[in-house]
Every structure is written in C-alpha cells, then in structure tokens.
C-alpha cells in the first residue's frame, strides 16, 4: 500500500514509518516540523534501508494538502500530526482546538475527495477520562477536562460522522496508552524540545544528569503503593498496532485500545528503570499534579481478537531503550 503518514517525523509516527516500510509498504509524510525534525526521517531511511517520500507542510493547510493527494494515489492515511501537551493545551486552547480538529477533517475532505477510504487516526486514551479500569472500548467518553482531551474526542466524532455518510470508509480510531521507549537502534526516540512534561522522558534526562531529580507527583492515590498507575507500552509495538490496524481495517468506524493491558505504578517504572540499567535514581515525593487520575490501563482484548495484534515487549526492554536513545541521538 502507498500510505500518507502525517506527523511521521515524531516520535510515533517515525517509527510506524519504520513498520510500514519493514512491512514492505511505500510512505509519503507530511510534517511541519513544529514538534520534531527532519533528521529522524533520515534515520528511519538509515534504519531501513528504504525510501520515504517527505513534505514540509501544515496539514491544516487544505491547499497544500490536496497538491500532495493530486500528485500521489494513496491507499490509506494515517494521521500522527497534532499538538500532544496537557498543560500547553489549557493556555493556548485556540491553537490545540484548530491544529488538531482542523487537521483532521482537512485530511478527511481529501480522503473524500480523492477517494481514499481507510484513515487511522492517534486517538488517546485521556478520552476515558475518569472511567473504572480496564477501560473497555464500549465505554462512555468523558475525556479528560483540558483542551488536548477534548480535541481528540472531537476528532473521534467528526471522523464517525464522516464515515457514516461515505460508503466503503474504513477507519480505525486508536487509543494508545503510555508510549514510552524507543526503536532498538537508538537511531529514533522520544526527543521532547525543553524540560519533558511525561514522565519516561524526565527519568531518562535525570540519569543523564541534565534535570536534578524527579518528582513523584503524588503518593496518596488509592492504588497499590500511593503514586499513579498506567499502562506504558513500547513504542515499537505501538507502531506494529499501527500496521496491523491498516492492513486489517474493514468498512465502518472501529475503536482500538492500544496498550499492553498491564498497570504500572511510578515506582515501579522508577525501579524498573534502575534494575534494567544499574542506576539509581534521585527522587522526591511532590504534590499530585492537577488533572491526574489514579489508574489508567486498558482491556487489550479487542484488538488481539480482531487485529491478532498483542504487544510482546516488557517493561525492562521500554526502559533499556528509552536510555540507549537518550545516551546517543540528539535529533
Ligand atoms: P510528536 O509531537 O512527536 O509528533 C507529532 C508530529 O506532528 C510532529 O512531528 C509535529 O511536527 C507534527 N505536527 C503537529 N502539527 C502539525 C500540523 N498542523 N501539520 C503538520 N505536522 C504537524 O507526538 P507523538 O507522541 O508522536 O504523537 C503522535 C500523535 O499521537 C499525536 O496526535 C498525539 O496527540 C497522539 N498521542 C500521543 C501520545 C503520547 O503519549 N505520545 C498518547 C496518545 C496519543
Ligand atoms: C504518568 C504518571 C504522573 C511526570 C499524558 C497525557 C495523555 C497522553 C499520555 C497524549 C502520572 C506521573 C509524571 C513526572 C510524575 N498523551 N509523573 N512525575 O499523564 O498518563 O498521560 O501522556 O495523548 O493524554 O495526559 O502521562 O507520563 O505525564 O504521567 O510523577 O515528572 O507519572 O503523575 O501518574 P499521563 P505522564
């Protein structure tokens, strides 16, 4: 398949890329470079030995968008561009709003116009919001109350509607968990600009010694040890969900957990993190951090079922690679 992959030079989207052309799939990206840079392009090319195609634009930009849908006959989208932080999103709530909705129904006006009928979109798991763990795909929204939240909410529904009215449209709404690691290479990673606001990139700055110590944010949670629990799963095999969920995707509108179905408490990460690479970590207990809920982890069986997708690797591979990547690239 010939595929469009926006926001491919991010931290997902480079290594879905990856997949897709390991997968033995042909790749166009498009990307501002808002949030990234066109050197992790090059590593993918590196890695893989193969060829992608890439744009500079804003996929905002309709235009823009269509010239590239004119010059290349896609069979698929997959739309990674988007603005990703919590806190910025509440004080820049215009920007998130119209980046990330905008983006979307661009992309999906394309589609239509051009007759592209499978769109896999980066939903998020904050959709859940405060929901009872294992958060199961039938289960009432109530994103998180911040903009970021809301935006991929939106976009979830504009994206329903679409496929409602167009015939044939297949979409695969995917709600991933906690991202974290990096491709084995070190060549691709997590490579946020200034000071990480989640929490894998702090602790891989901290045993680098660029950040002081971490702060736990919070210890008096009703989970197993105090401190907030979630579902991190490798980068890698987040990027395979990708592929799987392109190559399996039937007409209608499907909504996929992407995690590893498995809870994890900061302490353990920070433990996890230690025992994997023989370092110790400096912390602090600090207070909760507004906004966050206590547990966060998903029911993974929807997608096993119906992709045949399960994500195969653990927790001490997550926290090897995440620090190979932080030791070497700077990209
Ligand atoms: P990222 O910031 O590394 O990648 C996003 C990419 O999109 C960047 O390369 C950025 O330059 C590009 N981009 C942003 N707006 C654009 C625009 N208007 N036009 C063109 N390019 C644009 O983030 P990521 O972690 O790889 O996340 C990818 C997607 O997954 C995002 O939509 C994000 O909201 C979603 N997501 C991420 C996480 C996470 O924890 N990383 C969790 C759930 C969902
Ligand atoms: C994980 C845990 C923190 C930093 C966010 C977005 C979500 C999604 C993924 C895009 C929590 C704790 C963190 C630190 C800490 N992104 N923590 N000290 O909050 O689950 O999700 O990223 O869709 O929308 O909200 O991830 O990595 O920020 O936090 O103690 O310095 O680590 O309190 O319990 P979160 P995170």
Redo the contacts with the bound molecule.
Sequence with gaps: MNILI?????????HTCVALLEAGHSVVV???????SAA?LERVRQITGKELLFYQ?????AALVEGIFKKHRFDGVI??????AVGESVEQPLEYYY??T??TMVLAAACRKYGVKRFVF?????VYGENEVPFVETMALRPAANP?GR??AMSEQILSDAARAEPGWAVALL??????GAHESGLIG???TGVPN?LMPYITQVARGKLAKLRIFGDDYPTIDGTGVRDYIHVCDLAEGHLRALEGLRPGVHRYNLGTGRGTSVLQLVKAFEKANGLKLPCEIAARRPGDIAESYADVSKAERELGWKARRDLVQMCRDAWRFEQGAEI
């Design positions: 926006t926001g491919g030079a991010g931290f997902i989207g480079s498009a990307d501002n470079l808002c949030n990234s992790a634009i804003d996929v905002t930009a739309h990674f561009a988007g603005l990703k980046n990330n905008v983006s980066s939903s998020s798991a904050t970021y935006t991929k709600r991933y968990f906690n991202p974290v997590e490579a946020p989640n």
